[in-house]
């Protein structure tokens, strides 16, 4: 076969950037001061992310590193936001916040959370202060009691232009679009929490959180006022909490209604009242829903990956090669989406994004800057696409269960998922499942299926079904590779997965991005693996994935192939002829892919390891009086090291050129 060299035009590719020095990190709130990458500054830089992004404060009010007199000390406080138009100086101060690593605790004599407290009752201004380290969060402000200055805490700090009763109890329109890793953050605090006071598992913990996650989703989708919350008052105290715990136990109950096959043995929300409040407060502030697809992924896979990951051979796709793979067939409006193996649902939730991006970039164009016209005429498409084009199938009734959730959480679709092997015959999958008519009529196909001889299908009645559950043999005089009449005892999932999702496609026109270990594409025995792929398929692909792009969780050499079903009359042409017809294929090497073995982010570097910074403009929604606009921002930030896109984009090109 011809073989394309177009992917070798992607090193060409140039980056207008700034350099940032190896080992540093570019400050947010200036945009060009280099900090020392340390894990405080981790946190710091993410809470100056949610100030702006979230809280709306403006970059030109925030100070970093602001000197506070202290008595005769000079401290620095992390970062101090002052009202529009006034001088940066300690008695005009508003809100201070202070940043530590995730391993210093709040209960620290020196950097806990007293430190605040001293800077705040140093400044006479102050009304608002904030102590984090990323995994646990607290909120205070400034009271008068007995004619004494004392401070409360409180669920959260108060979005610009509103006052202390809104930021008590929220409203839709203000919930915060979670940016960066706060969602991560928030996530992170709210596991631990229930694992630390209420003595349970980690697993255990998850089931408990999934639950609150589906009553925030389901306040934020059904109700026209905010049940999901808690006031500072009803932190603490007998009361308070037991009246949170009622609120949430209504929610929950309608969730029940709602999604009878995730919580069928679920009586009820099994948290303590106050774990149950203080859970509430870290959650609040959010709109799940308009949260940012690659936040929330990012803090679900976390969550998930912590406590779920089997040991079936499952693990989970990165969302670089999810992304990657779905910008290769550019699913759309009317395509049938299946994902066979879907895991916890990321080339699904990928894939389902795609479109409903296209889809509002469609009404954008159509309605201009009228935000609520836009989303209402987005959302039936969204809602008809989702619902009727978007399948996934998993043996692992606990992921199906959490992919559930995760699809509820990014846009909804999960009437598509179904707990099934994917491998047994059609037949005995459930009456719901049968009557989507799968099998020949798929569009669009991903999945990374279940690999390794330690997890062999040994079923005769599975094996029996497949060309490559039998034996085969090798013709020297024909150079071919023949099916002969025995079943293999034994075949690893992923050779009889290659077999059934090329089943799963239309003929002539359905395609399919399938993750497969590279010994299926290299060793010898399994050349009537390949042959069996040859005859059946048109080959579009193969893209060799760097060896880290599954660390730090298991090393294994894969590639993507990329596959077009041929039409049964083009198959029997070519078995009549003898030969196979020869067409180019597109080859290329993510030997970048954002990360290193341990599973730390990489980033480009210059000639002398200094780190690259670019500007990118992005699209947010924000509110002007009360009224959604679209607005573009431009941004800086590092610049992955990672060519998938880039791969993706060069076959895009590719492909059309041979139409």
């Known amino acids: 076969m011809n073989t394309s060299a177009s992917a070798a035009r992607l090193a060409d590719k140039k980056v207008t950037a700034i350099i940032v020095q190896q080992g540093k990190v570019l400050d947010f709130i200036d ?38 007199q202290v008595g005769t000390r000079k401290p620095r406080a992390d970062l101090v936001v002052f009202p529009p138009l006034t001088a940066h100086e300690q008695e005009h101060a508003r809100i201070i916040v202070e940043c530590k690593a995730p391993t210093v605790k709040a209960a620290d004599k020196k950097d806990g959370v007293e430190q605040l407290q001293s800077y705040t009752a140093a400044c006479p201004n102050v009304e608002y202060g904030m102590w984090t380290n990323g995994v646990e969060r607290f909120c205070y402000r400034r009271i008068v009691k007995v004619g004494k200055v004392a401070t409360e805490e409180v669920p959260d700090l108060p979005e610009y232009g509103r006052g202390e009763e809104e930021a008590e109890r929220p409203r839709f329109d203000k919930l915060k679009p979670a940016t960066s890793d706060a969602l991560l953050f928030a996530f992170r605090r709210c596991h631990n929490y229930i694992a630390g006071n209420q003595g349970l598992q980690k697993p255990q913990a998850f089931w408990e959180l999934l639950k609150l996650i589906f009553c925030k989703i389901h306040d934020e989708r059904h109700n026209d006022e905010v049940e999901f919350f808690t006031t500072a008052n009803e932190r603490h105290g007998v009361n308070g909490p037991l009246k949170v715990q009622k609120r949430l ?50 803090a679900y896979e976390e969550i ?185 005892k034994s075949q690893p999932p992923e050779i009889l997965f290659i077999e059934r999702c090329i089943k799963f496609l239309k003929p002539g026109t359905g395609r399919a991005a399938i993750v497969l270990p590279d ?33 730090p969780f298991v090393s294994i050499q894969t590639s993507v192939l990329v596959l077009e079903r041929k039409a049964e009359n083009l198959i029997a042409v070519e078995q009549a002829a003898g030969k196979m017809n020869d067409y180019p294929v597109f080859m290329a090497i993510a030997n970048h892919v954002g990360h290193d073995k341990r599973g730390n982010t990489t980033y480009v570097r210059d000639d002398k ?39 993706a984009q060069e076959f895009r090109r590719w492909l059309s050129e041979q139409d």
């Open 249 to 298: 136990e209504a929610l929950f109950t309608q969730v029940k209604d709602d999604y009878p096959t995730i919580f069928r043995e679920s009586k009820g929300i099994d948290l303590k009242p106050v774990v149950l409040a203080y859970l509430v407060t870290q959650l609040q502030m959010y709109s799940l829903l308009e949260s940012d697809i690659d936040v929330k992924g990012r």
């Open 609 to 647: 390891g200094n780190e690259k910074v670019e500007e990118v403009k992005e699209q947010v929604k924000e509110w002007h009086d009360d009224t959604p606009v679209y607005r573009e921002q431009t941004t800086r930030r590092k610049v992955l090291d990672d060519n998938t896109l880039q791969i």
């Open 31 to 68: 945009g060009e001061t280099q900090r020392p990458e340390t894990p405080e500054e981790y946190v710091r830089q993410e809470i100056a992310k949610s100030l702006v992004r979230e809280y709306r404060y403006a970059k030109a009010d925030i100070e970093v590193e602001f000197t506070v």
């Open 304 to 488: 998930v990956g912590a406590n779920l990951r089997g040991d079936r051979g499952e693990f989970f796709t990165p969302r670089n090669i999810c992304r990657m793979a779905v910008a290769m067939l550019d699913p759309g409006e009317k395509q049938l989406v299946l994902d066979p193996a879907c895991g916890t649902g990321g080339f699904l939730i990928t894939a389902m994004n795609h479109v409903i991006e296209k889809i509002r970039v469609a009404e954008i164009v159509k309605w201009g800057n009228k935000v609520e016209r836009v989303e209402k005429a987005a959302k039936d498409r969204i809602k008809k696409f989702a619902e009727q084009l978007i399948v996934g199938m998993d043996f692992n009734p606990e992921l199906v269960k959490a992919t559930k959730m995760n699809m509820v959480m990014n846009n909804d679709g999960e009437g598509g998922l179904y707990q099934a092997n994917s491998l047994e015959a059609s037949a005995v999958w459930e009456a719901k499942l049968r009557e989507r008519d799968l099998m020949g009529n798929v569009d669009l196909l991903f999945t990374n299926p279940p690999f390794g001889s330690k997890i062999p299908v040994t079923d005769p009645a599975i094996l029996e079904q497949y060309d490559l559950g039998h034996s085969w043999s090798y013709d020297k005089s024909t150079d071919r590779w023949n099916k002969t009449g025995p079943v293999h």
């Open 519 to 551: 010994g299926i594409l290299g060793s010898p025995g399994l050349g009537y693996v390949r042959e069996w792929i040859l005859r059946n398929t048109r080959v579009l692909a193969s893209i060799d994935l760097h060896a880290d792009t599954f660390q």
